[in-house]
C-alpha cells in the first residue's frame, strides 16, 4: 500500500454549525453541504491542498455507513496539523479562530523544540494545531 491520504473526515455532530464555523468564521472555501438526497450522504467537501481534501460528516452517518456503535468523542485521539510561514502568522490564524468561536485550548506559546504553536477545538472538539516550525519550509 503507498501511504497516499487524499481525505480526512471528521465526524460532526451540527452539518451547519460546522460549515458556517469552517466557511464562514475560517474562510474555508467550499460549496457548501453535497448529497443531502440520500439519508446518510449529506457531507460538506473542503480543498485543503492539491490533491487532499477536509470532508465534514455527521457522526451518525460515519456509524451507520461503518456498521460501528459511535461513542463518546474525545478531542484527543488525533489533531489536525496546520503550518505556517511564521509566529505572527501563528497568532493571526489563531485570531482568526477566536472570532471564528473556536475555543483555545492552549495559546500561541514557544514550544520546547524551537517552534511557535497554539491549539484551538472546532465546535465539535476537532483540535487544531496552528503551527511555525523554523526547520520546515512551506
Known amino acids: 500500500m503507498k501511504p497516499r491520504i487524499t481525505v480526512l473526515t471528521i465526524g460532526v455532530d451540527d452539518l451547519e454549525a460546522s460549515l458556517r464555523f469552517y466557511r464562514d468564521g475560517l474562510g474555508f472555501a467550499t460549496e457548501g453541504i453535497v448529497g443531502k438526497e ?3 450522504g449529506a457531507v460538506v467537501f473542503i480543498d485543503l491542498q ?3 481534501r477536509l470532508a465534514l460528516w455527521p457522526r451518525k452517518s460515519i456509524a451507520h455507513d461503518t456498521g460501528l456503535v459511535a461513542g463518546p468523542a474525545s478531542p484527543i485521539e488525533m489533531t ?3 503550518n505556517v510561514s ?4 501563528v497568532d493571526a490564524v489563531m485570531a482568526k479562530a477566536t472570532s ?3 475555543t483555545i485550548v492552549k495559546p500561541a506559546h514557544d514550544t520546547f523544540w524551537g517552534g511557535y504553536s497554539g491549539y484551538f477545538q472546532d465546535p465539535d ?3 487544531w494545531e496552528v503551527v511555525w516550525n523554523p526547520q520546515w519550509s512551506e
Open 38 to 40: 440520500f439519508e446518510y
Open 50 to 52: 492539491a490533491g487532499l
Open 125 to 127: 472538539g476537532h483540535l
Open 86 to 89: 511564521s509566529k505572527a502568522e
Open 100 to 102: 471564528a468561536d473556536a
Open 80 to 82: 489536525l496539523g496546520h
